[in-house]
């Protein structure tokens, strides 16, 4: 029975991280040809549909860690998917005003370059049991360039949707009302620039020590 599940697991994650890779290899194709024929104010309209799709399968992710289904740990999956889907639902689908900046296409290829990687490399892993060494160095070498790029573009696109968000007070609950409570999406995108601040160094410290140690098993081998 132990064996079963087993098999039913790997099935079930390899599927999963397949699946979510022809979504962000979507994104990437899509942005790339539309940054090239038609500029980068076009290149979220392109890329919505598999961006949206890639980006909100990652719920499972979080799913996945709390019942043990992956040994990573719930604090470091959930501010990066949420992060995430903030961004993607909260920002980007919320606002279609900052969709034109050329920040968004920094944005989309950040994205979709370090979840190829982290995909294809998982996927691997899940189906035949291994990934190869070159596979694993992209996985935990990548990040050095592209997190920093990608939180500095995400960052940047909820900076420029502040004033937006201010004007339209999209999302706001206001006093009085029947729950006698009130919510200024304004200020909670204030609140969450300054979460960045600690948060980013925090990810990026923890990111640098599972380099060290996955980047020492490849050398013991």
Same mark, same amino acid.
């Given at each position: 029975?132990?064996?079963?599940?087993?098999?039913?697991?790997?099935?079930?994650?390899?599927?999963?991280?397949?699946?979510?890779?022809?979504?962000?290899?979507?994104?990437?194709?899509?942005?790339?040809?539309?940054?090239?024929?038609?500029?980068?104010?076009?290149?979220?309209?392109?890329?919505?549909?598999?961006?949206?799709?890639?980006?909100?399968?990652?719920?499972?992710?979080?799913?996945?860690? @709390?019942? *043990?289904?992956?040994? +990573?740990?719930?604090?470091?999956?959930?501010?990066?998917?949420?992060?995430? &889907? =903030?961004? !993607?639902?909260?920002?980007?689908?919320?606002?279609?005003?900052?969709?034109?900046?050329?920040?968004?296409?920094?944005?989309?290829?950040?994205?979709?370059?370090?979840?190829?990687?982290?995909?294809?490399?998982?996927?691997?892993?899940? @189906?035949? *049991?291994?990934?190869? +060494?070159?596979?694993?160095?992209?996985?935990?070498?990548?990040?050095?360039? &592209? =997190?920093? !790029?990608?939180?500095?573009?995400?960052?940047?696109?909820?900076?420029?949707?502040?004033?937006?968000?201010?004007?339209?007070?999209?999302?706001?609950?206001?006093?009085?009302?029947?729950?006698?409570?009130?919510?200024?999406?304004?200020?909670?995108?204030?609140?969450?620039?300054?979460?960045?601040?600690?948060?980013?160094?925090?990810?990026?410290?923890?990111?640098?020590?599972?380099?060290?140690?996955?980047?020492?098993?490849?050398?013991?081998?």
């Amino acid at each position: 029975m132990a064996g079963f599940l087993s098999v039913l697991r790997r099935l079930y994650l390899g599927t999963y991280n397949w699946a979510v890779f022809v979504g962000w290899v979507s994104v990437l194709y899509h942005a790339l040809r539309t940054l090239r024929g038609h500029g980068y104010q076009h290149v979220y309209g392109a890329v919505e549909t598999p961006l949206l799709l890639a980006q909100t399968a990652a719920v499972l992710e979080i799913i996945h860690s @709390i019942v *043990g289904l992956v040994r +990573s740990p719930v604090s470091a999956t959930l501010p990066q998917i949420a992060s995430r &889907l =903030y961004l !993607t639902w909260g920002i980007l689908w919320s606002f279609p005003q900052v969709r034109t900046h050329w920040i968004v296409s920094s944005l989309v290829i950040s994205w979709s370059i370090t979840e190829i990687i982290r995909y294809s490399f998982f996927g691997m892993k899940e @189906i035949i *049991g291994f990934a190869p +060494s070159w596979l694993l160095w992209l996985r935990y070498s990548t990040f050095l360039v &592209l =997190y920093p !790029t990608g939180i500095s573009s995400e960052v940047g696109l909820i900076y420029l949707a502040l004033p937006f968000i201010k004007e339209s007070e999209k999302y706001c609950i206001r006093m009085p009302n029947k729950w006698n409570f009130s919510f200024d999406y304004f200020y909670a995108a204030i609140l969450a620039l300054g979460v960045y601040v600690p948060g980013s160094p925090h990810m990026y410290q923890y990111m640098l020590a599972q380099r060290k140690k996955a980047l020492s098993k490849l050398k013991e081998e």
